[in-house]
């Protein structure tokens, strides 16, 4: 438009005052235009803490700040460099100029944040996909024929009938094992599930520590139907009893209860002389299922010689 505007006005002498005025300008639009595309489509979505409505009205003011000082900036510059200002009827239609540009950048700047949403997207679910093919396999390797097994217990149930503590024992593992499979194929369970789950996990590992391992519950009856990713609370739990001492002197206490939205469990930190063997990514993998499920993460503390785990809940459908 410059170099037209020129040669419409049989202005085009090609002297050095006139290279140093295009340069001028090129390099402004350049940086200008560089500008308003980075605000749009990057710095603008940065302050995710920030609500939807906020972060727009900020780009919004952002924009027209950068729109109304770009002329008395081109103007200061141009008058530094070349030694008298610009014309007043170019800095009218310089203003129009920059407001078409913005506009037109701004269509620039959603098409590029698209295209790098749907990038993201795409790199996203090529890492599940990989995630998924490991689980399968993982699950390949480890996979028992449940009738075989259901059939073994149910043998073993009848053989060991006369003594009411082995058999209720093998209900309890027999339940286990249903309901872990049965919520293989379901990414959330309700809170009311998990917790049935967990009496028979902990009927168990009290089989094991009688009184020294302890579980205290307290959820109100009317969050029952929010819902938690299966396995959670049995793994916080059985994390508990593998990093703990569990004796006559030092006794294990887990504590599960209701706060705000979320689900505590919690337990007083006291470390085992020895410790029991694990792979120490039980915390890491389901910080990785509630952020794959739920865009969420779990909150880890240790404070007051205490470790605490703080699990989002999900509303039940």
């Known amino acids: 438009i410059y170099i037209y505007s020129k040669f419409h006005e049989g202005d085009m002498d090609f002297s050095i005052d006139w290279v140093v005025d ?12 560089w500008l308003i595309l980075q605000l749009n489509s990057n710095w603008g979505y940065f302050f995710t803490k920030y609500k939807k409505a906020t972060r727009v009205i900020a780009v919004v003011i952002l924009n027209l700040v950068i729109l109304l000082i770009g002329t008395p900036i081109l103007d200061f510059i141009f008058t530094f460099i070349i030694g008298h200002p610009l014309p007043e009827v170019e800095k009218g239609f310089l203003l129009v100029e ?62 060991i009938r006369d003594n009411d503590k082995a058999t209720q024992f093998v209900k309890k593992l027999s339940f286990m094992y249903r309901y872990i499979l049965q919520s293989g194929d379901r990414d959330m369970v309700s809170l009311k599930e998990e917790l049935k789950f967990l009496d028979s996990y902990c009927y168990l590992t009290k089989t094991r520590y009688r009184d020294r391992f302890t579980i205290d519950i307290k959820i109100d009856e009317k969050y029952l139907e929010k819902e938690i990713p299966p396995l959670a609370l049995q793994l916080l739990v059985e994390n508990a009893v593998k990093h703990n001492e569990i004796s006559e002197i030092n006794p294990l206490t887990v504590k599960i209860f209701y706060k705000d939205g979320f689900i505590f469990v919690e337990n007083k ?49």
């Open 98 to 159: 920059l407001t078409v540009l913005v506009i037109i950048l701004l269509f620039v700047a959603r098409i590029l944040r698209l295209q790098m949403v749907s990038q993201l997207s795409l790199i996203e679910n090529e890492r599940l996909k990989q995630q998924n093919l490991q689980t399968e396999l993982t699950a390949l390797k480890n996979q028992i024929d449940p009738h075989f097994l259901f059939n073994s217990l149910n043998s073993l149930s009848c053989l």
């Open 269 to 317: 930190i006291q470390p085992r002389t020895v410790m029991s063997e694990g792979t120490g990514h039980g915390l890491v993998n389901l910080d990785k299922r509630y952020f794959l499920i739920e865009k969420q993460n779990i909150v880890i503390a240790k404070d007051n010689n205490t470790f605490s785990v703080k699990l989002p809940l999900k509303s039940g459908e």
């Open 22 to 33: 295009f340069f001028i300008k090129f390099v402004f639009f350049f940086l200008f235009s």
